[in-house]
């Protein structure tokens, strides 16, 4: 079963920062958050990952809180072609399958 | 560097045949794993294979199969085909296994299969 929760959508309009919330309140010690995103048509694609400290990278950056109960994804500039499913998952500590959830659906308007 | 490929696109089966899908890896990953995905119930894991050996299997029935081949290829075979059987078959490469390996290992999914069961 997925352990993080998502909301169902977001709606941002081009060019403005997205903020993408997630909840991993019973996230383990050693749980990496990875987050994917799902263009339509398309499998998913690897966005960003973290254990503790903020990560940045050229798609977007993750911020973690401190007791890592939570995380937010940022696009710092949402394009259209930023609309897609983005799946926050938790790397099980056993090291086993991604476990995708429901995601949150983000649309962009121009 | 090609990334995965899979094929073939799209599959029209009835029910009770059975299917063969196929899975090309990027060049130097060693683990492959699948993925289906319903409207349904999303994406969920059906297994993963390291150097030929399935290492790890999600909650599908025996129906569902895979093998992977020397070279990291990968195919997984769906056996008496059920209505509930159609979805998008995804693949997965990347370079470890996951199971006792870190856990920041990231993966690269192939465009998928859209097998229909008739």
């Known amino acids: 079963d997925a352990k993080t929760t998502q909301p169902n959508s977001m709606e941002s309009n081009e060019e403005e920062p997205v903020h993408l919330p997630c909840n991993h309140s019973t996230i383990s010690g050693t749980d990496y958050i990875h987050w994917y995103r799902q263009l339509p048509s398309q499998g998913p694609e690897y966005v960003i990952h973290?254990?503790?400290s903020n990560v940045n990278n050229r798609m977007a950056s993750l911020a973690i809180a401190e007791d890592r109960k939570s995380s937010t994804l940022i696009l710092h500039r949402a394009t259209l072609r930023d609309a897609a499913v983005y799946y926050c998952i938790l790397r099980d500590q056993a090291g086993t399958a991604l476990i995708f959830g429901k995601g949150t659906t983000l649309s962009v308007s121009s | 560097k090609a990334g995965v490929t899979q094929t073939p696109r799209y599959l029209i089966k009835t029910r009770g045949q059975q299917v063969t899908l196929s899975c090309s890896p990027i060049?130097?990953?060693?683990?492959v794993s699948w993925y289906q995905q319903t409207p349904g119930q999303g994406l969920q894991f059906l297994f993963e294979y390291f150097s030929e050996t399935q290492r790890n299997k999600g909650n599908f029935p025996g129906r569902f199969s895979g093998r992977q081949f020397s070279n990291s290829r990968s195919e997984m075979n769906v056996s008496t085909l059920e209505l509930g059987d159609s979805a998008l078959y995804l693949c997965?490469?990347?370079?470890?296994?996951?199971?006792?390996?870190?856990?920041?290992?990231?993966?690269?999914f192939g465009s998928g299969t859209q097998l229909s069961v008739l």
């Open positions: 973290g254990l503790t």
């Open positions: 060049s130097g990953h060693r683990s």
């Open positions: 997965a490469s990347s370079q470890t296994w996951s199971l006792g390996q870190t856990t920041n290992e990231k993966l690269f």
